[in-house]
């Protein structure tokens, strides 16, 4: 059974940086897309930042410019680099990887992820 490792939240100041890592802990062979999401309290699941294997990426307007999504496609490795941190930034985020044959979608646990003065 394939289970996605999310690491790298904390608590970080306004205008600081965290990297998210996420890492399948059992074997597969690879993901075509894998992505993070976030969710605040109150606020439904949002999608953060997409990758396919083949490196196009996709991001929400509200992190543009901020964060960074990458992936070792080696180690079925997604990363999230999260520069110019803001207090809105503050959610659980999750990682998501998607398998093509049969189409499936693994999730992470979640890290929480906040933002505080």
């Known amino acids: 059974q394939v289970q996605l490792m999310e690491s790298g939240g904390g608590l970080v100041q306004p205008g600081g940086s965290l990297r998210l890592s996420c890492a399948p802990s059992?074997?597969?062979?690879?993901?075509?897309?894998m992505g993070w999401y976030r969710q605040a309290p109150g606020k439904q699941r949002e999608l953060v930042a997409d990758?396919?294997?083949?490196?196009?990426?996709n991001y929400a307007d509200s992190v543009k410019g901020r964060f960074t999504i990458s992936r070792d496609n080696a180690k079925n490795t997604v990363y999230l680099q999260m520069n110019s941190l803001k207090l809105e930034d503050t959610a659980v985020y999750y990682c998501?990887?998607?398998?093509?044959?049969?189409?499936?979608?693994?999730w992470g646990r979640g890290t929480q992820v906040t933002v505080s003065s």
């Open positions: 998501k990887a998607r398998i093509s044959d049969p189409r499936y979608d693994y």
């Open positions: 990758i396919t294997s083949g490196g196009s990426t």
């Open positions: 059992g074997s597969i062979f690879s993901f075509t897309v």
